[in-house]
Nanobody
Framework: QVQLVESGGGLVQPGGSLRLSCAASRSIFGRMGWYRQAPGEQRELVATITSDNKINYADSVKGRFTISRSTATNIWYLQMNSLKPEDTAVYYC?????????WGQGTQVTVSS
């Protein structure tokens, strides 16, 4: 089993930045990522990064968000710049490892003036 603990959400003005972190409880491999779910919407993929550093972004965040990871600390990050009101959602970190899916508890990101 792997536990994922997220941090870094909050309230930010349009155009601002936030960084989300996801810490795994043990050494991991596979595909790490971030998803988000806005009220009344389905959960959607934001970005993923694999153990061999293949990266994928949703079109809506390309050029604004950056996913990265630290192998030394089993943490991955989502740097979010130029935030827009439509980025408002609960953000979940995700791990796919050995055909198992693991989810964080979710952290609220609100972009509003």
């Amino acid at each position: 089993q792997v536990q994922l603990v997220e941090s870094g959400g909050g309230l930010v003005q349009p155009g601002g930045s936030l960084r989300l972190s996801c810490a795994a409880s043990r050494s991991i491999f596979g595909r790490m990522g971030w998803y988000r779910q806005a009220p009344g919407e389905q959960r959607e993929l934001v970005a993923t990064i694999t153990s061999d550093n293949k990266i994928n972004y949703a079109d809506s965040v390309k050029g604004r968000f950056t996913i990265s990871r630290s192998t030394a600390t089993n943490i991955w990050y989502l740097q979010m710049n130029s935030l827009k009101p439509e980025d408002t959602a609960v953000y979940y970190c995700h791990l796919l490892s050995n055909y198992h899916n693991y989810w964080g508890q979710g952290t609220q990101v609100t972009v509003s003036s």
